[in-house]
């Protein structure tokens, strides 16, 4: 297998900072049509039929709800082969634009890093559904990366009720406590204050003496009603669940604000706090027997959210729309 070059990769999945201007592609559309149009819309329609026929599957496909750590929606069809350079560039500008700007750059990093320099790493994306459906979405899927988006707008509406995946390995396959250079560690730290905060018997209900969920794809997100494990969110105080819900929002920070608003207006409104259970995990998946926890878990009956860090980042998001 062939490696890939810097400039392929480059132009492959984006460069480390974001577009400042429209490509010529944006600006023929927007003469085309009067007024600006989503980036994934744009992106739709430079598609030739040949391509649509071959990257746009059913709205309820089952690939839909699918994720897993390493996949590809269309793998056959690649960014570096199948598509313009124009074309390129619109899936850069998409994937940027998914995530606050002030992790763009690591979040490039992080698929750059994780195609290993190999050809065949390279991301896939796609379309389910077609513009007459109100929830017409976007998708990017690689190695550590499954992102989604609802393809009519530019505004965040959250991940439309379907998994997203993001995981890193920064410097080794098996990654030392700090997980120096991941830039998904921060998530730890931040649930690892939550903890320390809880009362010490709160503490020792959250930490479980079970493996957690395996990784299998229609395991991980596997929405549960009965055996969930570790603290019941109901039993903690208003100012105890105010700070799990502050910490949710503190940890969704790499993703654009707007989903992060849609996606924290879901659980609050839909008061998820009360039927969440949050667990974490000691022995092999304490990563230096620090007792900071890299490996936790945050579920309920329409909310799934699994963190790993042993051997290194792996993290499935999926709460019900």
Not at 35 to 54: A, C, I
Request: proline share 5%; aromatic share 12%; glycine share 6%.
């Amino acid at each position: 297998m062939n490696n890939l070059s810097r400039r392929d990769i480059i132009r492959s999945i984006g460069a480390t900072t974001a577009l400042a201007a429209l490509t010529p592609l944006s600006n023929s559309l927007l003469a085309a049509t009067g007024k600006p149009e989503s980036k994934p819309m744009q992106f739709y329609k430079s598609l030739s039929d040949e391509q649509r026929g071959k990257i746009c599957l059913p709205v309820d496909h089952p690939k839909r709800q699918f994720v897993s750590n390493w996949w590809y929606v269309n793998p056959e069809q690649r960014l570096h082969t199948f598509y313009t350079k124009e074309q390129q560039d619109l899936v850069r500008q998409i994937f940027d634009s998914l995530h606050h700007p002030e992790h763009r750059e690591k979040m490039t990093w992080q698929v750059q890093k994780d195609l290993m320099g190999q050809i065949k790493n390279t991301p896939s994306v796609g379309f389910f559904g077609a513009p007459k459906d109100k929830d017409f979405e976007f998708i990017y899927t690689g190695h550590h990366v499954t992102r989604r988006c609802n393809a009519h707008t530019d505004q965040g509406l959250g991940f439309g009720g379907a998994p997203i995946f993001y995981g890193n390995f920064a410097k080794a396959f098996w990654e030392e406590k700090d997980h120096a250079g991941n830039p998904f560690w921060y998530q730890g730290l931040l649930f690892n204050e939550f903890v320390s905060a809880l009362e010490g018997k709160q503490q020792e209900q959250i930490l479980v003496g079970r493996e957690p969920r395996n990784e299998k794809p229609a395991n991980v997100i596997q929405k549960r009603k009965t055996d969930l494990p570790g603290l019941r969110c109901a039993d903690l105080s208003k100012d105890q669940q105010a700070k799990l819900l502050e910490t949710m929002r503190r940890m969704l920070v790499c993703f654009r604000p707007d989903d992060v608003a849609a996606t924290m207006k879901t659980i609050e409104d839909k008061k998820l706090i009360n039927q969440l259970f949050v667990s974490c995990y000691g022995g092999r998946y304490d990563v230096g027997s620090d007792k900071v926890w890299d490996t936790w878990q945050i579920e309920g009956p329409e909310m799934v959210w699994y963190f790993r860090g042993m051997p290194h980042i792996h993290a499935y998001f999926h709460v019900t729309a």
